[in-house]
Every structure is written in structure tokens, then in C-alpha cells.
Nanobody, 119 residues
Framework: VQLMESGGGSVQAGGSLRLSCAASGGRTCMAWFRQAPGKEREGVAVIDVYGSPTYADSVKGRFTISQDNARTMLYLQMSGLKPDDTAMYYC?????????????????WGQGTRVTVSS
């Protein structure tokens, strides 16, 4: 199983970016995480097999997680970006049935894509 992120880049504060993650089928829960330099990794958004999303408080109202109907692509639409959003963003997948939250243990991870937001 492989996950491949794309769509990162540099943008000014207030701008938008769309991250994509290509994944194999069969996943029950997928998420976006991020890790800023010198900080711990944090969950950003998660989406279950039915398309129900959950967001971290820090991104609510600004980020939207979605997946295609075949559930082979995961997206993160980011708007109203802030310098604090600067981080490496990773997608993660779980293939077991169970709770799908930001605290779920995800066994499969992508390599990450970098997002830099300048003020």
C-alpha cells in the first residue's frame, strides 16, 4: 500500500492550496496530519468511509477534507492560510473497521508534501 501526496507549495497568508493524496482502495479511514519544524505532529482532518469529516479546531472553517467516489483520492482544500499553517503535510490511511478520529492509529503514511505560508 502506498500513499502519494502532492499539491504543496509556497503561498502568501490568506491564500489557498489544495493537497491531494493518491491511495489504493479498501481504506476505511483517511486523514491529513502536519508537522511544523520543532513541533509535534498534529492531526488536521479525518474522513471516514461514509465521507463524514472531523477537523482540528485550528483549521475548522478554513480547511475541507474530501475524497472521490472510488475512495482512491483524498484531498485537503486549504483556504485562509496563515503562517502557522506552515508544515509538512502527510496523508495517512487505516484499513481496519473501527473509530475514525484524529486519534486513530494509522498504519500507512505518505512521504509528505511541504506547505509554506508567508506573512
Amino acid at each position: 500500500v502506498q500513499l502519494m501526496e502532492s499539491g504543496g507549495g509556497s503561498v502568501q497568508a490568506g491564500g489557498s492550496l489544495r493537497l491531494s493524496c493518491a491511495a489504493s482502495g479498501g481504506r476505511t479511514c483517511m486523514a491529513w496530519f502536519r508537522q511544523a519544524p520543532g513541533k509535534e505532529r498534529e492531526g488536521v482532518a479525518v474522513i471516514d468511509v461514509y465521507g463524514s469529516p472531523t477537523y482540528a479546531d485550528s483549521v475548522k472553517g478554513r480547511f475541507t477534507i474530501s475524497q472521490d467516489n472510488a475512495r482512491t483520492m483524498l484531498y485537503l482544500q486549504m483556504s485562509g492560510l496563515k503562517p502557522d499553517d506552515t508544515a509538512m503535510y502527510y496523508c495517512a490511511a487505516n484499513f481496519r473497521w473501527g473509530a475514525c478520529t484524529l486519534k486513530t492509529a494509522f498504519p500507512v503514511w505518505g512521504q509528505g508534501t511541504r506547505v509554506t505560508v508567508s506573512s
